[in-house]
């Protein structure tokens, strides 16, 4: 699931510079790594990332390529959730048991 | 007006505790639980605080210090019900924004002595996509969405 990598993907700082680049439209590599104190291939390499979590799309624009923020994630953005929530709960519940071990706390014979 | 519909999502589980220690490993234990991957913070998270109030903060604190918000609480009745504001913004960033608030609802119910069904139910995620939609309508008045959609249909590799 592309949300399964889009709080790791976002989580890096120049990564999340690239990114909200983009929130004012879109723009091609060049564009971003003039705003950004980094080089441009290793904007190409973040934006391989952000491509990859489902954050950004790209498309062509004349002779070029323009990067731009994936509107499209609402749906994958609820599956995420829903997954999240599951393994959460879960691991909330394998807690209360390793506790229930640990003190002795467990009510159940 | 663009209005994206999106149900909520509603999880149960039971666990072998009372609901007064379900409530406590839930909130005051959340650092022992929660996989730490799930961060907005760029450094690793040392700990998650739900403050024990309504109106307390819920936040990450990371290995260096830095404390990043994610929400807050709207109500705290321990042991069977705690409300949280889930504030992060995800549309075209992943950070805390105040003016966004998703509910998350979680309630403690004793089921037979000794376990407690937890249900978690996160709802108003149709906010989450707020900035998706306005990004969307941009997208359709300037350009025209099927034709930006063949257009990049063709360019994928």
Excluded at chain 2, 123 to 143: E, H, M, T
């Amino acid at each position: 699931m592309a949300y399964d990598s889009a709080f790791t993907a976002i989580a890096d700082p120049t990564r999340r510079r690239v990114f909200e680049e983009l929130r004012s439209g879109a723009k091609p590599v060049g564009v971003i790594a003039a705003k950004l104190p980094v080089s441009r291939p290793a904007v190409s390499q973040h934006l391989k990332v952000l491509l990859e979590a489902g954050l950004v799309a790209g498309r062509a624009e004349g002779t070029r390529r323009v990067y731009f923020i994936d509107p499209r994630g609402l749906g994958e953005l609820r599956a995420w959730l829903d997954q999240f929530w599951d393994q959460s709960l879960a691991a909330f519940a394998a807690e209360v048991e390793k506790e229930n071990q640990i003190k002795g706390k467990g009510r159940k014979r | 007006m663009n209005t994206v519909a999106i149900a909520p999502i509603r999880k149960s589980i039971l666990v072998n505790a009372a609901p007064e220690r379900a409530f406590k490993v839930f909130t005051e234990g959340m650092t022992r639980w929660w996989n730490k991957q799930y961060s907005i913070n760029a450094s690793p998270i040392s700990e998650i605080v739900v403050e024990a109030r309504a109106e307390g903060r819920w936040f990450e604190r990371g290995e260096d210090g830095s404390e990043c918000q994610w929400g807050k609480v709207l109500a705290w009745e321990p042991p069977s019900r705690v409300l949280l504001a889930w504030q992060i913004e995800t549309g075209e960033r992943w950070r805390f924004d105040e003016s966004l608030v998703t509910e998350l609802e979680i309630r403690f119910i004793a089921d037979g002595e000794g376990t407690t069904r937890v249900e978690l139910e996160h709802r108003n995620l149709d906010r989450l996509g707020d900035q998706a939609a306005v990004a969307r309508q941009i997208f359709d008045s300037s350009d025209g969405w099927q034709g930006l959609l063949d257009r990049f249909a063709q360019k994928v590799d």
